[in-house]
């Protein structure tokens, strides 16, 4: 597709287990990012990869999260022992390179609930 | 403006006239700016950017205003449509860095 794919949609699960959101960028782009969104709020962010760099991971709230991005291109964000906090969307978002003045193009996030 | 918490601030407009959104950046360093819109249930999407060395750009139906004297940015839509109503965000991008700030938004409501 021509766009930032995020799968699943929707997630719901249970306190305590583990959850994988998988995020396909726009082809050729070497940056992206993964933000949280909790109902009303801003954009937090979480992560940034840039290609076979180390990825930035200082907005990662807490060791329960973490991010891999495999072979440059599709990236899954893992939350180990779900909290209900953690509930959110979870947006993924690319861009063409790093560096200021290039814009972040966003899929349409997983809406993760967590009972 | 830009404000914290649940609330989102609202501004409600009548179908055809012009709108303006306002937001306040905290950067001084920031030297790129975008706006994004942002329907229920999906993602933001990129409506215009605008880079420090300008102080207004234009799109269609939409203009950019940049004042980096007071930190500010504004959003003008033309002639809004109902299917404008959405949740407006503004980003900012300090120089040679590799995130992005968020505002947490305004909500934009047309009425027909």
């Known amino acids: 597709g021509a766009g930032v794919s995020q799968s699943p949609s929707n997630k719901v699960t249970e306190k305590g287990k583990d959850v994988e959101l998988r995020c396909d960028p726009i082809?050729?782009?070497?940056?992206l990012y993964w933000y949280r969104q909790s109902l009303g709020q801003g954009l937090e962010f979480l992560i940034y990869?840039?290609?076979?760099?180390?990825?930035?991971k200082s907005g990662l709230p807490s060791d329960r999260f973490s991010a891999e991005r495999t072979g440059g291109s599709v990236s899954t964000l893992t939350i180990q022992r779900t909290q209900q906090e953690d509930s959110a969307v979870y947006l993924c978002?690319?861009?063409?390179?790093?560096?200021?003045?290039?814009?972040?193009?966003f899929g349409d996030g997983t809406r993760l609930s967590i009972l | 403006g830009e404000s914290v918490g649940l609330h989102l601030p609202t501004l409600s407009v009548q179908e055809g006239d012009n709108s303006i959104i306002n937001c306040a950046y905290s950067?001084?360093?920031?030297?790129?700016f975008i706006w994004y819109k942002q329907e229920s249930g999906k993602g933001p999407q990129f409506i215009i950017d605008i880079r420090s060395n300008m102080d207004k750009r234009q799109g269609q139906r939409v203009t950019v205003l940049l004042n980096k004297t007071v930190k500010h940015l504004s959003l003008q839509i033309a002639a809004t449509q109902p299917g404008d109503s959405a949740v407006y965000f503004c980003a900012e991008n300090p120089y040679n860095f590799n995130k992005f700030y968020f505002g947490s938004g305004t909500k934009l409501n047309v009425k027909p």
């Open positions: 978002a690319s861009s063409i390179r790093q560096g200021s003045n290039q814009p972040q193009h």
């Open positions: 990869f840039q290609g076979n760099s180390a990825p930035d």
């Open positions: 082809s050729g782009h070497t940056a």
């Open positions: 950067n001084s360093a920031s030297d790129y």
